[in-house]
């Protein structure tokens, strides 16, 4: 709401000209007031309005102003009038302002009091710029602002107001309607009223000038008083709270008051003060009484006496060092006050640092590295007792002498430029801590020495302070340790071996170069578990993981084979030989090798697959065998069946029948039958049993070897193996051999059923341990697929089978193996997932050695030749 | 169906049967006589070479593998002797391969065992009627 409403700070801001509203000249029509007719001058009415403005300015000058707007309304008979006063902040006159405010209204625009209209943009501003009284139709078809501030002005007659010659605002008359015009009379009337208003005004501005003054006094005696009372307070607090001595005091000598503060200092009671036998010429040693003359003489002459050191004694006549500082009390210029501070701490600090510079002496004389210091010009100042034996010079010999004494003479110009250069600009021609720098002897021998040094500004002029070590041994033994690393490097790199230590509690880790370059990554970057977990292959990574954790754990050598997935998808096979030992604080750490054994593992694999195949065509070769004298064996009775049933026929169908004949080869018909039979139970005993030697054995012993055979393969398949092995196994009596097979089956089988597990770790248990009466139980537990209940039981049978690539002959030989050891083999799935196989075999069978034997073999081979 | 002649005299011609398995001892003779033959058995090569039947016997029925002296052992026996008797071996074996090399030695047939009447008959007549 642009130039109206109450609050008075709606005023439009923009001082320049809208585009496209009527023309100044078009609204304007002053010159028609003297053209129209006009009212003779009312005199009386005018003259009683006058008296009762000045009353008002000289009783309430608040409400003068609002008095001048009714004045004229009243006297001109208009809808509306008012004033505009310039002002900056809308509320108060001010003749600096770039608006005008209306600060009162009478009549129709009352309700507007507190609006304004811009300097630059309104006919306030018209009226000031042309200096003269403006008549106004319909304002706002120029002042678009003036739109909304109804109701709408039909005419308006402004005339400026001034103050000391300066415009400082208007007063108008408004006619809402044409029910009456502005003419002459009303020109002359609105005059006389501006000079009113001027008067006005300045009383106004005088009455706020007024009011700004007292209360600018007012304000600056508060301050006064505040700042009156926190001094006084401060001064109480400093007394009352003892952190400094007070005391007062006369020229004479007497102490008239003290804080407790300063009591505590001097260890006296308050009683012995105001018994008046402590003066502070008694508590002050000899020999600072002349600095107490100092101080009188200064107190006489200007009244205060700044602040020096001195001593007192307490009551006990040890002596307490203070700093003292007072003036003389406004007065008669006898009394004064003081301040003292306890130093006994600062002291203390002083003589700490005066001894730890003693310290640092003793520190760079006995050091056995030369310590020398030297002058902003290079000229050595000082030099400690080492420097002799490094470089062959007293240190007396060397004061004075330039540095560059104990540099060879072909670095000499440089030192020295580089000397000057940060001298002049600051810049530091090298690292000033740890640098290996070429040194001379007097002798002339050259060596090298690690320099560190440090500068000192004292009084504007700078002292430099070198440490310079002899590392001509170091360098040696590096060069010696560097040759032997060489030779390691190179070793390792010939072998595809690198290696690298692993402190478990910082996880702290260092690589060979070589094994960098197995990992392909940049040397620089540090090692972390994290980095190597990047390059380990996806499917090693639990083996990983647990691996670290055992080794976090264990302090156990660890040995483990992995592989590396690279940033170009090839693979890399490894393996890891690692040494636990510990620090001498027990720490553990590992020391290891890692070699890239992907070559190796590529001609294993191609051996691997040529073996598979062999072992393949083994197998079928022995299974031709065996079908071959199953079927030798059973067509002997087979043919017998057939030929006494083809006999027994034909004496069926002689004429008369030969019925006793039919019979009796009927009857061996099916003994040959039976025969038959009995030779299959044979055949399935000859395939079992092979040739079986019994031993005492230990299973542990026996399952470790087998372990050891199928660690690469288990590796391989990423199966974790978990041996559980009971120490206390009692010996068992068996067949060693056909037990391995047994166990190694269980194994491959296990570890068969978790080839396509990788979501979890394929954990593989075997466990040995003692069994009921007189019994050893061996299980092997997988968390496989595992298998349907319903195959449970033909799980064992020959030829069946689960497996895809399978024979399931395994099982079947595994169950009349153990069943040989008057043993059982039985199958249990597990809570979690998977099966445990477990089978347990008595320790001591009877007559297990003959209990089966073959009966007499048939001789398979001895003919066709 | 017409029989032949016994070859060292008799009505009816000899038949000797060789093998170690009894079943086939048994039976054969049995279905031999049924044939209309005359038939003996022996339980291993010795024992057929230790009897007084080597020159009545018109045929040999005789197994390949047993114990001792086996079946090809004995035909190079009666070979090296000079008693031309016909031949015909039965085996229990599957070897395919084994037949070949017999009748190359001279041997009319060879049957595998079990084999069925007729077809131990029409090698029976070939032995007894060589073409």
Redesign the interface.
């Known amino acids: 709401m642009t130039g109206s409403g109450k609050s008075g700070n709606n005023f439009p801001l923009e001082a320049s000209t809208p585009t496209g509203t009527a023309p100044l000249e078009s609204i304007l029509c002053t010159e028609e007031l003297h053209r129209r007719p006009s009212g003779p001058p009312n005199y009386e009415k005018e003259n009683r309005a006058l008296v009762k403005l000045v009353s008002t300015l000289a009783d309430s000058p608040a409400t003068v102003l609002q008095m001048l707007a009714e004045t004229i309304l009243e006297i001109t008979q208009c809808d509306s009038a008012g004033l505009s006063l310039l002002t900056k902040d809308g509320k108060t006159p001010d003749v600096c302002g770039q608006r005008f405010y209306w600060p009162a209204i009478a009549g129709m625009w009352n309700p507007h009091a507190g609006g304004g209209t811009p300097r630059n943009f309104g006919p306030c501003g018209d009226v000031l710029d042309q200096n003269r009284t403006l008549l106004f139709r319909h304002f706002e078809r120029r002042y678009p602002y003036l739109q909304p501030v109804a109701p709408a002005a039909e005419e308006c007659l402004l005339v400026p107001f001034y103050v000391a010659g300066e415009a400082v605002g208007t007063i108008w008359a408004i006619m809402h309607s044409d029910r009456r015009k502005f003419d002459a009379e009303d020109d002359r009337v609105m005059a006389s009223l501006g000079k009113f208003a001027s008067s006005a005004y300045q009383a106004l501005m005088h009455i706020e000038d007024l009011k700004f003054q007292v209360s600018r006094r007012e304000k600056a005696e508060a301050e006064v008083r505040e700042l009156a009372r926190g001094l006084e307070a401060k001064i109480r607090r400093l007394v009352e709270a003892n952190v400094v001595g007070i005391v007062m005091w006369n020229l004479e000598g007497a102490i008239s008051g003290a804080n407790e503060a300063f009591l505590r200092m001097v260890q006296y009671e308050r009683e012995d003060l105001s018994s008046g036998c402590v003066r502070w010429t008694d508590l002050t040693p000899v020999e600072w009484r002349r600095y107490d003359d100092g101080a009188i003489a200064d107190l006489k002459a200007t009244g205060i006496f700044q602040p020096y050191e001195k001593e007192y004694f307490r009551k006990d006549g040890s002596r307490l060092p203070v700093l003292l500082g007072g003036a003389l009390l406004e007065g008669d210029g006898n009394e004064g006050v003081a301040f003292v501070l306890d130093l006994t701490e600062q002291k203390r600090q002083e003589s700490a640092r005066l001894y730890s510079e003693e310290r640092y002496r003793v520190v760079v004389e006995t050091a056995s590295d030369a310590v020398v210091s030297i002058d902003d010009e290079g000229s050595i100042v000082f030099a400690n007792p080492a420097t002799a034996t490094i470089f062959g010079y007293e240190p007396a010999e060397l004061a004075g002498k330039p540095l560059t004494l104990l540099v060879p003479e072909y670095m000499r110009e440089l030192h020295q430029a580089g000397f000057k250069r940060y001298l002049a600009t600051g810049q530091r021609h090298m690292n000033w801590q740890g640098t290996e720098l070429t040194a001379l002897r007097k002798n002339g021998e050259e060596f090298p020495v690690e320099v560190s040094f440090g500068e000192i500004t004292r009084d504007g002029h700078k002292t430099f302070t070198g440490f310079l070590r002899d590392i001509s041994k170091r360098k040696q033994a590096e060069q010696a340790l560097r040759r032997s690393e060489e030779f390691l490097a190179e070793a390792q790199h010939l072998s595809h071996t690198g290696s690298f230590s692993w402190r478990v509690a910082t996880d702290e880790i260092t690589w060979s170069e070589q094994l960098y370059r197995i990992y392909e990554i940049e040397s620089s970057v540090p090692v972390t578990l994290e980095l190597i977990c990047t390059r380990v292959h996806p499917e090693d990574l639990t083996l990983y993981e647990k691996m670290v954790e055992e080794a976090r754990n264990g302090g156990n050598d660890f040995e483990w084979h992995y592989r590396l997935l690279m940033p170009d998808h090839s693979i890399k096979y490894m393996h890891a030989l690692a040494h636990a030992t510990r620090d001498q604080d027990g720490r553990l750490e590992y020391i290891a090798a890692v070699q890239d054994v992907t070559a190796r593992k590529l001609v294993e694999e191609a051996r691997d697959k040529a073996r598979s195949e062999l072992t393949h065509v083994a197998r079928v070769t022995s299974l031709g065998t065996l079908?071959?004298s199953i079927?030798?064996?059973?067509?002997?009775?087979?043919?017998?069946?057939?030929?006494?049933a083809?006999?027994c026929m034909?004496?069926l169908a002689t004429d008369p029948p030969n019925v006793d004949?039919a019979r009796?080869?009927a009857r061996?018909t099916i003994?040959?039958g039976n025969?038959a039979s009995e030779m299959i139970t044979r055949l399935r005993a000859l395939f079992s049993k092979k040739s079986a030697t019994t031993q005492s054995l230990d299973l542990n012993e026996a399952t470790r070897e087998v372990i050891a055979l199928s660690l690469s393969e288990l590796q391989k398949n990423r199966v974790i193996l978990r041996p559980e092995l009971a120490h206390d196994l009692p010996l068992v009596t068996g067949d060693r051999v056909q037990l391995q097979q047994v166990i190694l089956n269980l194994l491959r089988n296990a570890s068969d059923a978790m080839s396509t597990i990788d979501d979890r770790p394929r954990d593989l248990m075997i466990r040995t341990e003692p069994d009921d009466n007189d019994r050893v139980r061996l299980s092997v537990s997988d968390v496989g697929i595992g298998f349907e209940p319903q195959a449970a039981g033909k799980l064992f049978d020959a030829f069946y089978t689960t497996k895809n690539g399978g024979m399931g002959i395994g099982l079947s030989v595994s169950r009349s193996i153990i069943e040989r050891h008057y043993g059982r083999l039985w199958v249990m799935p597990n809570n979690g997932p998977g099966v445990t196989f477990s089978f347990s075999i008595p320790c001591r069978p009877e007559g297990l050695a003959d209990a089966e034997t073959p009966a007499n073999r048939t001789?398979?081979s001895?003919?066709?030749? | 169906m017409e029989l032949p002649k016994a070859r060292g005299g008799g009505d009816r011609p000899l038949l000797s049967v060789v093998d170690d398995d009894e079943s086939v001892r048994e039976s054969l003779p049995d279905l031999l006589r049924e044939f209309g033959f005359a038939a003996r058995a022996f339980s291993s090569a010795e024992e057929f070479l230790s009897s007084d039947c080597l020159d009545q016997t018109s045929c040999l029925i005789l197994d390949i593998a047993m114990p001792g002296m086996s079946g090809p052992q004995l035909q190079r026996e009666l070979k090296r002797r000079g008693q031309e008797i016909p031949i015909i071996f039965i085996t229990a074996s599957t070897d395919k391969t084994v037949p070949p090399r017999l009748l190359e030695q001279g041997a009319i047939e060879c049957l595998f065992k079990p084999f069925s009447d007729t077809a131990l008959l029409e090698a029976v007549n070939s032995a007894l009627h060589p073409r």
């Open positions: 079908t071959a079927a030798h064996e059973l067509n002997q009775p087979l043919s017998g069946i057939v030929t006494n083809s006999t034909r004496m004949g009796e080869t061996r003994r040959d025969r001789d398979l001895a003919d066709a030749a």
